[in-house]
């Protein structure tokens, strides 16, 4: 049986996570700081520790939304989904500050 599409968020915040199998196949995150962040997805069931590459990034400009969408082919990820805000775009720099507003939609592999 397929699951049904669930979804997730964070407003505001630095991160979400579920900490199962999915299939990722949309999200929007809102940039609410007067600076550039970046959104970092990671194939994991918890967030990562700082300096962890990230499987996916997407700079996010001040005052910027960003939405992306997988299509019909939806991204799995085998450990889990973590969609986390970082200061830096070649690993994490888990932001102390600053939020964001995150949505994301998934269903169960």
Avoid: H
């Amino acid at each position: 049986m397929k699951s049904a599409k669930q979804s997730t968020s964070v407003s505001p915040g630095k991160s979400v996570t579920v900490a199962f199998p999915v299939a990722l196949s949309d999200f929007s995150v809102k940039n609410i700081t007067a600076g550039t962040l970046w959104l970092m997805l990671f194939n994991a069931a918890a967030l990562p520790a700082n300096a962890t590459a990230a499987k996916r990034c997407w700079e996010i400009g001040a005052g910027q939304t960003y939405e992306w969408d997988s299509g019909s082919e939806k991204l799995p990820l085998d450990t889990g989904l973590v969609l986390a805000i970082s200061t830096t775009d070649a690993t994490l720099t888990i932001t102390l500050t600053d939020d964001a507003i995150i949505d994301a939609g998934f269903f169960f592999s």
